[in-house]
């Protein structure tokens, strides 16, 4: 393996740094995962219209979707994560990474420092890599690994992420990427990102999840949130219940409660019937388990596409009998006393 230099600093979701300490700052929900963010002084290499920190956004350097996201010295930031940890507030380490010349070489850092100091485990969000990187940050200590696709079709992918906006990313790679994340880290422990709202169908969303699903490879689910800054940032946010009804549809298939081919759709790609009987669904929704952020175990994102004013799109905590039903009137037609 190479030589291992430690970042300097590295940035810390503003939720994770008031939860660490480094910040002052009241959370209404607290963070169950501690997010870490590689530091660099310059844009992102990659130019994805949604987000602030891409190569051609005018949002500020330290912003990721609507979060702030401060930097620290890194010794001080993993100090306060360890003690974190160790008082049982934090259940994982998420390192998330931006694509510039260093950006391997500083999330071995990252990784390598935490692992020094506790065994808290390590999920990294990241580009493709090649499969003696993701070698060498399994043997280093990550227990998952992210690719994010974003996008659940290649048309929107080219548009969003790809060559459409002159990024470096292919649908192509990217599948390539999270297959070959497969052979080094397993089933189950590979994941990736698709965000709602990007000018896809249900059909495409049910489709990808289905395939992932069946390669083993868990999809975390965002809601499109426009960022000023970004190209995207006159877009209009993803209606609520459509949001609802995509929720219920993921958890139904990463669990294995329906299929695609189970499903209908409209000539336009809407979910119109998910294959499963009313009392089935109605027990799902009383659950409140789709409504809850969706990601790596652990992993709870407050507040990431949405405000602490509401709608929750992805429910940090478990959701109350009232937010339910609401959600159950939504997705049932359902009226309650």
Known sequence: MNVVSVPERVRVSYGS???LELAKGVSDVAPTTIYLLTYNEGRCTANCAFCPQSRKSTAKLDRLSRVVWPDFKTEEAVERLVDSWKAGRAERACIQSLNYDEMFSDVRGLVV?????TRIPISVSIKPLSVDQLEELKALGVDRVSIPLDCANSDVFRSVKGLGVSGPYSWRA?????KEALLVFGRGRVSTHLIVGLGETDRDLAKVFQQLTDLGIFPGLFAFTPVQGTRLEGSSRVPIAR???VQL???LITRGMTRYMNLVFTDKGELVDLGLPRQVLAEAIRSGLPFRTSGCPGCNRPFYTESPRGPFYNFPCPPREKEID???DLLLGLNHD
């Open 243 to 245: 949001y609802r009804r």
């Open 174 to 178: 990217h599948w390539k990427g999270l």
């Open 326 to 328: 609401q959600i159950e």
């Open 249 to 251: 549809l993921h958890f």
């Open 113 to 117: 420092t935490l692992r020094r100091e």
């Open 17 to 19: 740094a008031v939860l």
